[in-house]
Every structure is written in structure tokens, then in C-alpha cells.
């Protein structure tokens, strides 16, 4: 008997990450979730302006975000499987926190679980950090994993 639907988790790679996913995967198995979903974000604010490198650049560094983004989901598929959870990856494009938020919504996600980045001073007053925002527009509860 399930008795929670689905658990995800953010991977961005970081070392934070992955001790998201370690958690995940316990609190998963803990409430015997049916699902983890590993969840990646390739973000289009780290790309090049449109032509400031020359045609076709773009799609370069989309490709090399986009391949990246697989390496670290099938790195944490693989931990998950490893402790025992039934796991769907995803690989989403866009605002970080607000394609976490929205696609948790859509899945009826129970938790969301993220790692801190640990942001400080006055770029953390101006852009807040990823963990930051998804705890503040999340519709479920979020683990935020130091």
C-alpha cells in the first residue's frame, strides 16, 4: 500500500544535489512512495546572446547543457535504483524554480526535495537561489537538504 504518490528531486550536479537524491530516496522508501522523480533544469540565462559568438553557438551550448543535464540524471537514477525506488527522469528547459514548481504541480508531487546553494550578500537579496523560490511557490511541502 503506497502511502505517498510521488517524491522529486532537483539535480543540478552539485554536490548538494546528489545528498538531495540520497535523501529522496530514503524518505521515499521510509513512506513507501511509488515513484521518485529525478528532475533536471537546463536554464536559457547561461546561454550566449544571440549571435555574440557567431550562427549556431546557441544550439551548441544547449546540446553540451542538455547532454550534462542527462549525465547528472542518470547519476542519480542510478543512486535511487540503487536504494530500491521506482524512478522517472526528467529533463526540463527554462526558469529553474518555476519549471520545478510547475512540473511538481502537474505530477501531484508529495515532496519536493532540493539541495541549498548557500548563496550570501547581496546576490542572494537581488536574484534568490533556486532552493529559496521553489520553497516559496511549491504547492507541496520541500526539503531543502543542506
Avoid: W
Wanted: glycine share 10%; net charge negative.
Amino acid at each position: 500500500m503506497e502511502v505517498c504518490g510521488a517524491v522529486m528531486v532537483a539535480v543540478d550536479g552539485s554536490e548538494q544535489s546528489f545528498r538531495a537524491v540520497e535523501s529522496a530516496a530514503g524518505l521515499a522508501n521510509r513512506f513507501e512512495c511509488g515513484r521518485v522523480i529525478a528532475v533536471h533544469v537546463v536554464s536559457p540565462t547561461v546561454l550566449p546572446e544571440a549571435g555574440e559568438f557567431g550562427s549556431g553557438m546557441e544550439s551548441q551550448v544547449l546540446e553540451v547543457l542538455e547532454k550534462q543535464g542527462e549525465k547528472f540524471l542518470a547519476e542519480a537514477e542510478d543512486r535511487l535504483e540503487e536504494a530500491g525506488c521506482r524512478v522517472d527522469t526528467i529533463l526540463l528547459h527554462g526558469d529553474p524554480a518555476m519549471e520545478i514548481v510547475d512540473y511538481a504541480k502537474g505530477e501531484e508531487v508529495d515532496l519536493l526535495v532540493v539541495g541549498s546553494r548557500g548563496l550570501t550578500g547581496m546576490s542572494r537579496f537581488l536574484l534568490g537561489s533556486v532552493s529559496e523560490r521553489v520553497v516559496r511557490n511549491a504547492g507541496c511541502s520541500v526539503l531543502v537538504v543542506r
